[in-house]
């Protein structure tokens, strides 16, 4: 059993839903303003990268799904970045040494920001105001303060002292002390946060666009930050950024088409845990809370272990979305599971080939138009280098390639790493159903698959799928070459019944209760539901974060 947080959002005209409080109130407003869901959905964006720094901002990259009604069909944006042309493979491998992995701080791992240009792409085609009154908003709240909540004060915390005591960051942190802590500390719940040097980049990209942003000065000033650190990001690497329109990939589970973006992405995990799912009946899975948790933990391992070996940049690699995406390969992998024990010992599939923080938001607006929306500089303040007077901190994505040489996700100059962040959308008999979304590393397809499941198979409302009790199942085979121990542990949430924790011990499960909301993070959630009969929106937002679902 669990307590609801709060009732759904409702609003006939328009939604938003984010993690932060006044990013839900700023895109509102944009879309009162005549603005249209992509306008509110980037003014949205701009200010958590204000309000919560350590998940998101500039030096972030970005993908998004958008329902177009005047086109009646969904356009994928993959607005990620791409390693240094000038940092070659031998040269990271040496750099590395005997590690054999990436670091995931430090000037290695920075690789170019795609956010801005995937801003700037979707406002061209999809934005109704300019964009000084959509980044109006943000460049106001940095120069004059923000106050900070009580969860993302104590996320900043943490994060701030990791960047501060890494020695890895040795005599490059003072740009980030002078822009996101005070006397030595992070901004306590109820402080206000200025930031200035954020209010004047956001001014700059409002009057010159990407030009502004990957171009002259500013972009000067990105490059030299990361070489002085000992990097390699060029100002040749951010003039090239370009963000990239792609299909998205989709599954039918249940009658309900679920549609995610094809790799260098994660999304296509969840198409597969779901067709791994679907063939259970409900009531297999539901007679028994056990079974459901028993089949979704093990429809996770073996979801992770295709995606640790195949995903990667579609442009380096060849990548077998059709057959890991498929109904026979689901069939085929369903029969690996033992329901009546945990499997400690799965490997990828054979299939034949030529050789995480984040934030999630969404919107909707008045003429049917629907964004799911992600963004991230990956690990909290990313790479922990923050250009000078720019007000934001660079990503670390290069930490999500691989070292080992016969990979399709080996890192190479000029190549897109595999990517954590992954926006949702369904459709249903054809029409927009629900725009929705879970931050959170590789807990974004475990949590997406959970609040489906949630609303699919069990009629709850988008709140209340985001109020039911998680769990996160941790071990396996990562994207980076890394391998963890293959049962795992799965942590979970308190409101998960003893009587099904026990069940699931029985059955071989390593299991620990949550008791740090840090570490053991669940995702951030946000979603946004079409109900078609009532013409209404409905929405739910994350209970576990400071943000909220507002309509109108």
Known sequence: MYIRSRSPGYGRKGMVATSQTLATQTGLAVLQRGGSAVDAAIAANAVLSLTEPHMCGPGGDLFAIVWDPAQQSLHGLNASGRAPRELSYATLRDAVGAAGVIPGRGPLAVTSPGAVDGWCTLHERFGRLDLDDVFAPVINYARNGVPIGSRTADMWAAAAAGILGDPQLDGFTASFADTFVREGRAPVAGETHVNPGLADTYALIAQRGRDGFYNGQFAERLSACVRAAGGFLGIDDLAATRCDWVEPITTNYRGYDVFELPPNGQGMTVLQILNILETYSTDELYRDPSNYWHAFIEAKKLAFEDRARYYADPAAAEVPVATLAGKA????????????????????????????????????????????????????????????????????????????????????????????????????????????????????????????????????????????????????????????????????????????????????????????????????????????????????????????????
Request: charged residues 20%; proline residues 7%; aromatic residues 8%.
């Open 329 to 552: 390969y689901a069939a085929e992998r369903r029969r690996l599971i033992d329901d009546a024990s945990a499997g400690a010992n799965y490997t990828h599939g054979d299939v034949s080939i030529r050789s995480g923080d984040t934030t999630y938001l969404c919107a909707a607006d008045s003429s049917g138009m629907m964004v799911s929306l992600i963004q991230s500089i990956f690990s909290p303040f990313g790479a922990g280098l923050v250009p000078p007077g720019s007000g934001f901190a660079l990503q670390c994505r290069g930490a999500g390639f691989t070292l080992a040489p016969d990979h399709p996700n080996v890192y190479a100059p000029g190549k897109r790493p595999f990517h954590t962040i992954i926006p949702g959308f369904v459709m249903r008999d054809e029409r927009p159903w629900l725009s929705f979304g879970v931050m959170g590393a590789d807990m974004q397809p475990q949590g997406q698959v959970q609040v489906l499941a949630n609303m699919i198979d069990r009629g709850m409302d988008p709140q209340a799928a985001g109020d039911a009790p998680r769990l996160r199942h941790v071990g396996g085979a990562q994207p980076n070459g890394e391998r963890l121990d293959g049962l795992g542990v799965v942590q979970y949430e308190a409101g998960i019944a003893p009587a099904t924790i026990d069940a699931l011990a029985r059955r071989g499960h390593r299991l620990e209760v949550i008791e740090d909301w840090i570490t053991g993070f669940t995702g951030g959630y946000q979603a946004i539901r079409y109900d078609a009969e009532q013409q209404v929106y409905v929405g739910g937002s994350e209970p576990r974060l400071d943000g909220c679902v507002l309509g109108y």
